[in-house]
């Protein structure tokens, strides 16, 4: 069955350069959040959805990351003037049960900051 | 804090033999514990879970876990192993301080199944 996807799966950027990086969750999952891995690290909660509310943002590292699910449906994760220090992989996750439910994770975009 | 500590980097076993990656967590409350597995250039894949009962859980491709509330640990456990099972193993644990939607993950624990 479908499962979440994210796109794009890799992402160069030059420093300073804006990006977007999109997240399709699991068809009706009303929970979807936001990890960064960074290399050999686990993955860090930066931010978390409920339907169209983001109800806890505390993990963004700085105001230059930005995420917004207006339909309740798809994320945009967007970072704007990118460091070096944001290259990581980006995953996203959906849930089911917005109390306990497992999350379920796409891929991820591996984001390449040069 | 809530934390998770897996103790090894790496875990190496042979095929068929039984396997153990080691999870303790740090949690106020009850906490709820996780394992995922991460294959190369793919997402984390859930394996199984504890939330509460019985203290012995089993989840995907064989794998199980024990909850043992007073070493605080969440060891992963295997009766034999496959040499496909080679990939990265992350423990995680969510509480009632930092919501239990928000997943503390553990450093990762690389197992190794020889042929």
């Known amino acids: 069955g479908a499962g979440v996807s994210q796109s794009p799966r890799y992402k160069v950027a030059k420093r300073g350069q804006d990006v977007a990086l999109r997240c399709d969750p699991i068809?009706?999952?009303?929970?979807l959040f936001w990890y960064q891995q960074a290399l050999g690290q686990g993955p860090e909660f930066l931010t978390y959805?409920?339907?169209?509310?983001?109800?806890?943002k505390s993990g963004l590292p700085s105001d230059r990351f930005f995420a917004e699910r207006p339909e309740g449906s798809v994320s945009t994760l967007k970072i704007q003037r990118t460091q070096q220090e944001d290259s990581a992989v980006y995953l996203c996750?959906?849930?089911?049960?917005?109390?306990?439910?497992?999350?379920?994770f796409g891929p991820g975009t591996r984001l390449l900051v040069l | 804090a809530q934390s998770v500590a897996q103790p090894e980097d790496q875990v190496n076993v042979a095929e068929g033999n039984p396997l153990t990656v080691k999870c303790t967590y740090s949690?106020?409350?009850?906490?709820?514990l996780f394992w995922y597995v991460q294959y190369p250039n793919r997402g984390l894949q859930f394996l199984l879970k504890y939330i509460t009962g019985d203290n012995l859980v089993k989840g995907s491709y064989g794998f199980e876990a024990e909850f043992n509330k007073s070493q605080t640990s969440f060891h992963l456990k295997k009766p034999s192993a496959l040499v496909s099972d080679s990939a990265l193993y992350f423990c995680a644990v969510s509480g009632v301080l930092t919501g239990f939607q928000k997943l503390v993950f553990g450093t990762g624990t690389r197992l190794l199944v020889s042929p």
């Open positions: 959805f409920q339907n169209e509310a983001q109800l806890d």
């Open positions: 949690v106020s409350g009850n906490p709820y």
């Open positions: 068809s009706g999952h009303v929970s």
């Open positions: 996750a959906s849930s089911s049960d917005p109390q306990v439910g497992t999350q379920y």
